[in-house]
């Protein structure tokens, strides 16, 4: 698909009450809105850059996280998803 149109999409993870789970995401959407008028700065960054590295290098101490690396390997509907993915990947 990301060959015909440049497109992306943004995942979003919360943890809230289930009282206050609109108000996040209201919260949320709201983030992604004012990116466009106040672009993220260098520090935010950072902090984000940190805390995505920080997540993966304890991801990959869970057989969930190489579960999830491995599904759809050899799916014919999933093309672009080889074993090939993996090898940059240390264990």
């Known amino acids: 698909m990301f060959d015909i149109i440049r497109a992306g999409w ?3 993870k919360v943890t809230s009450h289930p009282d206050k789970i ?3 995401l209201d919260a949320s959407a709201a983030v992604l809105r004012d990116v466009t008028v106040s672009p ?4 935010e960054l950072d902090r ?4 995505v590295l920080t997540r993966h290098e304890s991801d ?3 057989n969930v996280y190489w579960l999830g690396m491995v599904t ?4 014919p509907a999933v093309p ?3 074993v090939s ?7």
């Open 60 to 62: 990959m101490k869970d």
């Open 48 to 51: 984000a850059r940190t805390t």
């Open 80 to 82: 672009w998803k080889s």
């Open 72 to 75: 759809h390997c050899q799916n």
């Open 85 to 91: 993915c993996l090898r940059d990947l240390k264990a």
């Open 40 to 43: 993220i700065n260098k520090r």
């Open 10 to 12: 943004f995942t979003v």
């Open 22 to 24: 609109y108000d996040a």
